[in-house]
């Protein structure tokens, strides 16, 4: 039987680099899943969706949002829902589109991100120790991947 630490027997450098990406993405976001319920009362998703409200004030739909994140409409809408309903985002007819609504973050919403953004600030104490180095290189190598893939899907 195959330890939690060794990868499988896989092809090529590629296909382990996606194979870890894809664990880590699920393991980072059960973690942070963990962190937010626990700590704030709310998901990862709703957290994200408020963060990113809170990142881009102004103008915002779902759509741009779900974009953003790489999440579903469909999800994005049902976090608003969610959001709306704990008073933590507010909805209103766009001025500028009558098919669009405008989002916001009431005050308890944005009060959220921020003790969202320290409980995360404090969290990161436990995360691995990476050099500067590495982090970059890594950072370099995820955005040439994603501006490919964005490529891809943007021509679709």
Known sequence: MRGADELPDLPDDFARFWFLLRRVAGLMDRTGDALFRTGLGISL???????TIDAYPGRLNQQMIADRLGL???TVSRQIDNGV???LISVSRSEHSRRENDIRL????TDM?????DLFAAARADFPDVSAREMRV???TLSAFDRAFGATFASD
């Open 45 to 51: 998703p709703q957290f994200l969706v408020l963060s």
């Open 138 to 140: 890594t950072l370099a």
């Open 85 to 87: 309903s704990a008073g």
């Open 113 to 117: 991100v921020h003790r969202g953004d």
């Open 72 to 74: 579903t409409k469909s």
């Open 106 to 109: 009431t005050e308890s919403g």
